[in-house]
C-alpha cells in the first residue's frame, strides 16, 4: 500500500478547478443526459418524410419498442425533431409535454443508449465505461463518448485515466482519420497518462508518450493545427515545468510566433494558470505568458489575463503596448488601460497619468472599453 501515496498525492495536483475539457470545444450533448432527461425513450422507425417546420425539420416515426416509460405504446406514431432525414431506425426522446426528438441509430446505438451508465453516477466511473467506445466504429458511439470526456470535469478524467489506453491515445495524435476536432482532447489526455506512468514508475511509457506529444509539436506545419493547444497542455502535464523549458525554447512565446501558435500557447497556459497550480507555479505560467506581449496577434488577451492573474511585474512592457501596438489596434489600448487602472503599483499610476495627458480623447474611451474599476485616477 505505501507504494499507492506517490500516485494519490501527484493526481491530487492535477485534479481540481476545471469544469470540462479546455481543448474539445463545443460538444452535442450525451446520449445518456438526454436518456435520463427524457419522459420516454423508444426505439423507432422513419414513417414519412421530413417537413419544415418553423422550429426546425420533423418527421414521422412509428414506435417499434420502448426503452424507458409508457406514455406512448408500439404502434403509435410521434412526430419528432431531427437535425437530417432519417432513412431508418430512429431513437426517439420524449418529454412530458409530448415533444420528440430523433437519432439516427442502428442495433449497437440502440444498446448503447440503454446501457450507458446514467448521469448522475460517480463521474470518473462513468468514464471508465465509456473509455472503450472513444474513436468506436459506430461513428455516433463514437462521438458520444468523446462528448461524455468533453463535459467531463478534468478531475475525472485523471481518477479515470486508468481505463484509457495509452497506445491507442498515442496513434490517435498522428491518425489522418481522426476527426481534428478530437485531437486537443487526446493530447490532453496523453498527458494524463503520461503523468500517470510517471508516477507508477513506468519510465518507459511515460517517455513514449511524452514523444507522441512533441513530435507534432515540432512537425513543420501551419498555424492552425486543430488540437495544438491540446498536445501543449497534454505537455504540461506531463512534464510540468520542463515542459514550459521545452515550449520557451522552441520559441512558442517569441514576438514572431505565428498568431495561430501564439493563441493556441497562451490557451495552454490560461489552462496551466487555472488547472495545474500544483503542479506549475503561476507566477512562472504568468511570467512566460507576459513573454508574448510582445507578439501583437495576442498583446491585448495576455494584457487582460496579467491583469486577471494581477501579475503586475509586466506593467512596464503592458504600458509600452499603448504606442508600440495601440496606434493600430484599439483592443490593444483597451487592454492597456484596464490593466492600468487594476494595477495598484505607483508606477501603473504615473503611466496612466502620462498617456491621459498625452492622449485625452483615447485615453478616456479606452477606459470606458475596458470598464475596469478606478484606480485612484480621476
Known amino acids: 500500500m505505501k507504494y499507492r501515496w506517490p500516485i494519490v498525492i501527484a493526481f491530487s495536483t492535477l485534479a481540481g478547478g476545471v ?13 445518456a443526459a438526454r436518456r435520463d432527461a427524457a419522459a420516454v425513450v423508444a426505439a423507432g422507425e422513419a414513417a414519412g418524410s421530413v417537413r419544415q417546420d418553423p422550429a426546425g425539420p420533423r418527421q414521422p416515426f412509428t414506435v417499434r419498442s420502448l426503452l424507458r416509460g409508457d406514455r406512448v405504446a408500439v404502434g403509435d406514431e410521434v412526430d419528432g425533431r431531427v437535425a437530417g432525414p432519417v432513412a431508418g431506425t430512429a431513437v426517439l426522446f420524449g418529454d412530458d409535454r409530448g415533444d420528440w426528438e430523433a437519432l439516427a441509430a442502428d442495433e449497437a ?3 448503447y443508449v440503454a446501457a450507458a451508465p446514467v448521469a ?23 462521438a458520444d463518448a468523446f462528448s461524455e470526456f468533453g463535459v467531463a470535469p478534468f478531475a475525472a478524467v485523471v481518477a479515470a485515466s486508468a481505463a484509457l489506453d495509452p497506445a491507442r491515445l498515442r496513434g490517435w495524435l498522428d491518425e489522418p482519420g481522426i476527426d481534428p476536432r478530437r485531437r486537443g482532447f487526446y493530447g490532453l489526455a496523453v498527458g494524463i497518462v503520461a503523468r500517470r506512468a510517471a508516477d507508477l514508475g513506468d519510465e518507459a511509457e511515460a517517455r513514449r508518450c511524452v514523444a507522441a506529444l512533441e513530435r507534432p509539436l515540432v512537425a513543420p506545419g501551419s498555424d492552425l493545427r486543430a488540437g495544438f493547444d491540446g498536445l501543449l497542455g497534454g505537455l504540461l502535464v506531463a512534464r510540468g515545468e ?24 497562451l490557451a495552454a497556459l490560461r489552462f496551466a494558470w487555472e488547472d495545474l497550480a500544483d503542479h506549475l507555479p503561476r507566477q512562472r505560467v504568468a511570467a512566460i505568458a507576459a513573454r508574448l506581449l510582445a507578439n501583437p496577434a495576442v498583446a491585448a488577451d495576455v494584457a487582460v489575463d496579467l491583469a486577471r ?3 503586475w511585474a509586466s ?20 487592454a492597456v488601460a ?39 485616477l480621476d
Open 338 to 376: 484596464g490593466y492600468l487602472r487594476a494595477c495598484p503599483l505607483a508606477s501603473a499610476r504615473r503611466h496612466a497619468a502620462r498617456i491621459a495627458a498625452a492622449s485625452p480623447g483615447a485615453w478616456q474611451a479606452a477606459v470606458a472599453a475596458a470598464a475596469w474599476p478606478p484606480q485612484g
Open 19 to 31: 469544469s470540462a475539457c479546455p481543448f474539445c470545444n463545443v460538444v452535442g450533448r450525451p446520449l
Open 242 to 265: 520542463a515542459a514550459l523549458d521545452w515550449l520557451v525554447a522552441r520559441g512558442l512565446v517569441a514576438a514572431d510566433t505565428r498568431a495561430g501558435d501564439a493563441r493556441h500557447m
Open 109 to 111: 446505438v440502440l444498446g
Open 120 to 142: 448522475s453516477a460517480d463521474a470518473a466511473d462513468r468514464l471508465r465505461w465509456f473509455a472503450g467506445r472513444l474513436e468506436d466504429p459506430n461513428a455516433t458511439i463514437a
Open 309 to 311: 492573474w494581477r501579475h
Open 315 to 334: 506593467v512596464e512592457d503592458v504600458a509600452a503596448l499603448w504606442d508600440a501596438a495601440g496606434r493600430d489596434d484599439p483592443l490593444v489600448r483597451r
